[in-house]
């Protein structure tokens, strides 16, 4: 029996950056306002198009107490979870566009002012 061999292709199927928030401000991560207008300003920046209004529900309580976010983009989505009882904030985009990962942190900082931010961004691909 002959097996065919299928060519992986090593090009990027999309772009995944995650960034953790510590210790934003708590006016900010608390205001579904501030949030919205925070993915207005991050999809204008990073060049991508919203695919509808952004979903910004409060739930939970606790430890697990804060507003999430869920933003569709034509070539994918933003989602961010708010923890009110630490004040942090974790972020992810993931776009088969390319963006850039420094605006996107850039925009956190403005809108959340955290002590301190950390990112990773990597290049998804299906076969590796």
């Not at 950056?17 to 205001?31: E, F, H, Q, V, Y």
């Not at 004040?87 to 959340?112: G, L, Q, R, T």
Request: charged share 25%; with cysteine; net charge positive.
């Amino acid at each position: 029996m002959v097996r065919k061999t299928r060519k992986v292709s090593k090009s990027s199927w999309g772009y995944h950056l995650l960034i953790n928030a510590a210790a934003c401000d708590p006016g900010a991560i608390r205001s579904s306002e501030k949030i919205k207008a925070f993915t207005k300003e991050l999809v204008k920046r990073i060049d991508m198009k919203a695919y509808g209004a952004p979903r910004v529900v409060r739930f939970g309580e606790g430890r697990v107490g804060g507003y999430s976010l869920i933003q569709l983009i034509e070539t994918s989505c933003i989602t961010a979870h708010f923890v009110e009882e630490t004040n942090d904030a974790y972020f992810d985009i993931f776009s088969c566009k390319s963006f850039d990962p420094k605006v996107a942190m850039e925009v956190v900082k403005e809108f959340f002012n955290p002590t301190n931010a950390q990112k990773t961004f990597l290049k998804r691909q299906a076969h590796v």
